[in-house]
């Protein structure tokens, strides 16, 4: 069972600030590493802040993505979209990022995310940080019950459906298993059951066994911190 350290921000502007510096030493690491970003709105004042303020990085660099919506890949809902501005600051080249590539059929695509993934991983690239989210239904990337984590069983990535209707590709646990440094960032007051869930380790939480693989997990969260009633570490 991994460990569990979880931090609380007493403002959102603080859980920026302190994302925006951790993923900043991140990109600058010496070595070749890979960070995973991902989706949703909570990450992306860091990603712009990056953006307007790009650190020096590392020629080893490579970039993943913990999930993509299956949508055009200029579309606002697309996670690789969200996260363009960040990836053309960085000046990354194509062969460092690794995208669910919607242009593809949706099968394809997951199959080819796979393939991206387990090239990534042969050609001995560690990856560091991984950035996760966590829904108010207890989901993370776009595992979002049971039924996504026993498919996931054997693969590196999946294609699912997800409750709103929509597809998409995400990664999986087994992919999880070899983040070092699994980082859940979360903020927003209709989380608070999940966020529960998730910090008492329960087996119900579907984010919580996603990563059962990982040693140490973090959990960074503000949503109004006096109702919490978490463990702090400043």
């Given at each position: 069972m991994p460990t569990l350290v979880t931090r609380r921000f007493a403002s959102r502007t603080a859980l920026d600030a302190a994302l925006a510096?951790?993923?900043?030493?991140?990109?600058?690491?010496?070595?070749?590493?890979?960070?995973?970003?991902?989706?949703?709105?909570?990450?992306?004042?860091?990603?712009?802040?990056?953006?307007?303020?790009?650190?020096?990085?590392?020629?080893?660099?490579?970039?993943?993505?913990?999930d993509d919506r299956y949508v055009p890949s200029g579309a606002d809902a697309s996670n690789y979209h969200q996260a363009r501005a960040l990836l053309d600051a960085l000046a990354l080249p194509a062969s460092s990022v690794a995208r669910v590539r919607t242009e593809l059929p949706l099968a394809e695509a997951a199959a080819d995310y796979e393939r991206q993934l387990?090239?990534?991983?042969?050609?001995?690239?560690?990856?560091?940080?991984?950035?996760?989210?966590?829904?108010?239904?207890?989901?993370?990337?776009?595992?979002?019950g049971a039924a996504d984590l026993e498919r996931a069983r054997g693969h590196l990535a999946i294609h699912v459906q997800r409750p709103d209707g929509?597809?998409?590709?995400?990664?999986?646990?087994e992919l999880l298993a070899h983040v070092e440094d699994p980082?859940?960032?979360?903020?927003?007051?209709?989380?608070?059951?999940?966020?529960?869930?998730?910090?008492?380790?329960?087996?119900?939480?579907?984010?919580?066994?996603?990563?059962?693989?990982?040693?140490?997990?973090?959990?960074?969260?503000?949503e109004d911190a006096s109702i919490l009633g978490l463990p702090s570490m400043r």
């Open positions: 510096q951790r993923l900043g030493q991140a990109l600058s690491a010496n070595g070749a590493s890979a960070i995973m970003l991902s989706g949703g709105s909570t990450p992306l004042p860091a990603y712009r802040a990056l953006a307007r303020n790009p650190p020096p990085r590392d020629e080893g660099l490579h970039l993943l993505f913990s387990t090239a990534l991983l042969n050609s001995g690239v560690r990856i560091g940080l991984g950035l996760l989210g966590l829904g108010a239904d207890g989901h993370t990337a776009s595992l979002f929509m597809s998409a590709v995400s990664v999986t646990p980082l859940f960032v979360v903020a927003g007051g209709d989380k608070h059951d999940a966020i529960q869930a998730f910090a008492a380790q329960d087996v119900k939480s579907t984010a919580w066994r996603a990563v059962q693989g990982c040693p140490a997990v973090q959990l960074w969260v503000h």
